[in-house]
């Protein structure tokens, strides 16, 4: 453990008191969506309640807190992310409090699914979806493994559950058999950063990341889950058609990608797509915004961040009916069936060749968008926190 020089004395006067600690682990690693939600929750919490809170992450070197936070007191565990897990587990299982990590805390905000073990201390999980439970073949061996034995047991041994969709509530429940009153539903929200963009700023990154005039966007770790092959294969079938459209794929490879990229070097779609990879959280409203129409055909999501972004940017939305999408875009999207290809390419085919139909669905992703606020999340938040103390 250290403290950051920059605010040891700032923390010492901290520790003296009660604390509320957000982990935001998954923030400074980077981790796509989870990520974007720890960062977004603490900035709300904190300009909300300021003085109230500290930061708490594992660290390897070269991680630093989210950007703008750095005044914000924070402690650290010096342990990579396999180490880390491992560690909470076996700490759980043996009932050794970690208390001593954070000074002065009164509750603990496990942002992931990692729960430290904590003596006489209060503690909320955000369970963000059961995508470990439900399509066990879409992980990795250890992964799945860890998960499936530590999940019930974090579960249990939280004060409060919080989970980011309707839909994930009651796979929770149906799981692991909890009192429904310990697990509230708050909805995430884009950030303040996602929003229609000028005109000028969009074509500089354009020309930046070599992007056609028009393109559909994908944003997410390529994954199984997220449903790319059918993706490709419908915008194959397309092309057959004679309607070639451009993917730009934004996110960095996670996990067995191998067979996606496998079928679609086999495949004459392949010069139409691209890879930026991983985008700079400044630089993504951007391409949500050039683009023609964004993409979710996921077979699941436990809330489905990018709906929500592309919408705030003024994209129309192009995405599966799977859990739990229609719930979070409501009637602003175009919905398909993930599992056929025919109903995906047909819906694409809708939204592409019909400019009236995007404007329409642009403005009313807007206003749906606007109804989710990350302002509203962290007083939903504290209410939760407020139960429990």
């Not at 070097?265 to 949500?288: I, T």
Request: net charge positive; with cysteine; aromatic share 10%.
């Amino acid at each position: 453990m250290e403290k950051r020089g920059t605010i040891a004395s700032e923390f010492e006067h901290w520790a003296l008191s009660i604390v509320i600690y957000i982990d935001v682990s998954s923030a400074v690693h980077a981790k796509a969506g989870i990520g974007r939600y720890a960062e977004s929750l603490a900035r709300a919490l904190i300009a909300h309640r300021p003085g109230r809170f500290a930061l708490f992450y594992n660290r390897v070197r070269g991680t630093q807190p989210p950007a703008g936070l750095e005044s914000v007191p924070v402690r650290t565990v010096r342990a990579g992310y396999k180490p880390w897990r491992m560690a909470v587990w076996l700490g759980q299982l043996a009932r050794v409090g970690f208390n001593r990590l954070l000074p002065g805390v009164e509750l603990f905000h496990a942002t992931e699914h990692l729960l430290p073990p904590l003596h006489g201390v209060p503690t909320v999980l955000t369970v963000h979806d059961m995508i470990f439970e439900l399509f066990p073949e879409h992980q990795k061996p250890l992964n799945y493994w860890y998960l499936k034995a530590t999940m019930p047991l974090y579960c249990r041994r939280a004060d409060a559950i919080i989970t980011v969709s309707e839909s994930s509530k009651r796979d929770i429940l149906a799981r692991y058999g909890l009192d429904p009153a310990r697990v509230t539903v708050i909805y995430e929200a884009a950030a303040p950063g996602f929003r229609p963009a000028p005109r000028n700023m969009v074509d500089e990154a354009r020309r930046r990341y070599g992007l056609p005039d028009r393109f559909l966007i994908h944003v997410g770790t390529i994954e199984p889950r997220k449903n790319l092959t059918r993706l490709v294969e419908a915008l194959q079938r397309l092309r057959d058609e004679g309607l070639g459209i451009p993917l730009v794929v934004v996110g960095g490879k996670g996990w067995l990608y191998d067979s996606f990229f496998q079928r679609l070097g086999e495949m004459r779609v392949r010069d139409a797509v691209q890879f930026p990879g991983y985008v700079p959280a400044a630089d993504l409203p951007l391409l949500y915004a050039a683009a023609t129409a964004a993409v979710m055909p996921s077979v699941y999501e436990g809330f489905g961040l990018p709906v929500l972004e592309a919408m705030a940017c003024g994209t129309p939305v192009v995405s599966s009916n799977a859990p739990s999408m229609p719930e979070i875009g409501g009637e602003a999207a175009c919905y398909f069936n993930p599992h056929d290809v025919e109903a995906m390419a047909s819906a694409i085919r809708a939204v592409w060749t019909d400019a009236e139909r995007r404007a329409e669905m642009g403005k009313q992703g807007l206003e749906r968008a606007a109804e989710f606020s990350w302002k509203r999340a962290a007083n939903e938040t504290l209410a939760v926190y407020e139960s429990i103390l």
